[in-house]
């Protein structure tokens, strides 16, 4: 935005210069003085629409990266750092250690068999502790997948039983996504009575062996109706997508500013590039003779001669 207001002091030919510059920048030479009053008002509507515009107040600043991870992390394995050295009791399923009958089929108050996905997941397709060469989760899997005898699998036995769920075949990680994975896990939790349970029911326990490998978590369900709540990584993974989608309304903001800032910058340099074509109304044709640059000479009155130091100031109203 370029504002030429000679006072009288300073250097008033300098600012008669940059006048000019503006003037043949954008074609104003041929304009009569009329044409550029009106332009004025053009320029000024397009600024206070800028304005508008840089002054409505963007969404909440998208959540970073790093914080996301962690966050998934959380859900997954109840350490933000993740998967590290191998799954840890109290992360996991939030008791102390236990084998596979105790964590996955006990009760509510002990271990939160659906605390994590990793709890979920070393449930329903790990063993119990001497149970081997079985899969739950593969037809044909002949792997180890067997839990410790009084702890979660250990390393090796997780990354076995992991390379069942399906593989990741795109590095974005998007609200949908999310949305999508937590309607799919949620479907496969139901009651009984008093107890949740995931995985193949019938009707007797979960103790990874001859009772199958499954969640009957009892007195986390009421009429028949599961706590989801128990499963705390639903939330978890709903608040990330929430932060997801709030990035991308945030990032569609931005652009959609930018664009319209770009319309309007275009706009008023299209009405400066046609302002000799401009016709004064009531006036009949414009003069013809350019105004621009003797206005330009004549923006710096004998300020000497005025008493008021306002009057004085004289602005030429071209604003880009």
């Known amino acids: 935005m370029v504002n030429v207001d000679d006072s009288g002091s300073g250097s008033g030919s300098g600012?008669?210069?940059?006048?000019?510059?503006?003037?043949?920048?954008?074609?104003?030479?041929?304009a009569t003085q009329e044409q550029l009053i009106a332009l004025r008002h053009t320029i000024t509507a397009y600024s206070d629409a800028a304005f508008d515009v840089l002054s409505d107040p963007s969404p909440q600043h998208p959540t970073e990266d790093a914080i996301l991870a962690k966050q998934i992390n959380?859900?997954?394995?109840?350490?933000?750092?993740?998967?590290?050295?191998?799954?840890?009791?109290?992360?996991?399923?939030?008791?102390?250690?236990?084998g596979y009958a105790t964590v996955c089929g006990g009760a509510k108050g002990t271990?939160?068999?659906v605390k994590t996905i990793a709890a979920t997941i070393a449930c329903?397709?790990?063993?119990?502790?001497?149970?081997?060469?079985?899969?739950?989760?593969?037809?044909?899997?002949?792997?180890?997948?067997?839990?410790?005898a009084s702890a979660l699998p250990n390393a090796e036995q997780w990354k076995l039983i992991r390379r069942h769920c399906p593989p990741i075949t795109k590095n974005i990680i998007t609200a949908d996504h999310l949305r999508r994975a937590v309607q799919t896990?949620?479907?496969?939790?139901?009651?009984?009575?008093?107890?949740?349970?995931?995985?193949?029911?019938?009707?007797?326990?979960?103790?990874?062996?001859?009772?199958?490998a499954c969640i009957k978590y009892t007195g986390a369900a009421a009429g028949g109706d599961p706590d989801l709540n128990e499963a705390e990584w639903?939330?978890?993974?709903?608040?990330?997508?929430?932060?997801?989608?709030?990035?991308?309304?945030?990032?569609?903001?931005?652009?959609?500013k930018e664009r319209h800032l770009k319309q309007l910058l275009a706009l008023a340099k299209a009405a400066a590039k046609q302002a000799s074509q401009l016709t004064i109304v009531g006036r009949g044709e414009p003069s013809t003779k350019p105004a621009a640059k003797e206005a330009a000479k004549t923006a710096a009155p004998d300020c000497a001669k005025i008493a008021n130091s306002q009057e004085?100031?004289?602005?030429?109203?071209?604003q880009i």
Do not use: M
């Open 124 to 148: 329903v397709c790990g063993t119990a502790n001497n149970k081997r060469n079985t899969e739950p989760c593969s037809k044909k899997g002949g792997g180890n997948v067997e839990w410790q």
């Open 312 to 318: 004085c100031k004289t602005r030429i109203g071209l």
């Open 185 to 212: 896990a949620t479907a496969a939790i139901y009651g009984v009575n008093t107890e949740l349970w995931v995985g193949k029911h019938d009707g007797t326990a979960c103790d990874g062996n001859l009772n199958g």
């Open 15 to 30: 600012k008669k210069d940059e006048a000019n510059k503006i003037i043949d920048k954008f074609g104003l030479s041929k």
């Open 234 to 256: 639903i939330t978890k993974l709903t608040n990330i997508a929430d932060a997801l989608e709030a990035r991308r309304r945030s990032i569609n903001a931005k652009s959609d």
């Open 74 to 98: 959380l859900a997954v394995y109840g350490d933000e750092a993740g998967f590290k050295d191998g799954l840890t009791g109290k992360a996991v399923h939030g008791g102390t250690t236990g």
């Open 111 to 113: 271990q939160n068999p």
